[in-house]
């Protein structure tokens, strides 16, 4: 993380972190943790075709995989992300 461009914004019903990532380190961010102390973190995924791949694997087998054979899987693909919903497509 890189501290100039760190910043936390807190109101009465809402709070808003916002990081930014070093200059040398590249790449998407796939997960973050969070709570009010180490011990009792949550782990929350970013949202990508990865991630609901992942997802969607994992909700789906063992009855879909074992169905369908490793070719025919479907390919997911991450239309829309907004705070309200998720738009995913299916291959």
Partial sequence: ??????????????????LAKAPGSTGPWEK????????ALQER????EENVDGFLSAALCPSFCSQT?????????????????????LK
């Fill in 1 to 18: 993380l890189t501290s100039p461009e760190t910043s936390v914004s807190v109101s009465a019903h809402n709070a808003a972190v916002r």
């Fill in 69 to 89: 054979a490793p070719d025919s899987q479907p390919l997911v693909e991450v239309l829309d992300v907004t705070e309200g919903r998720i738009q995913i497509r």
């Fill in 45 to 48: 995924l970013f949202v990508s």
């Fill in 32 to 39: 973050f943790r969070f709570g009010l102390d180490a011990s």
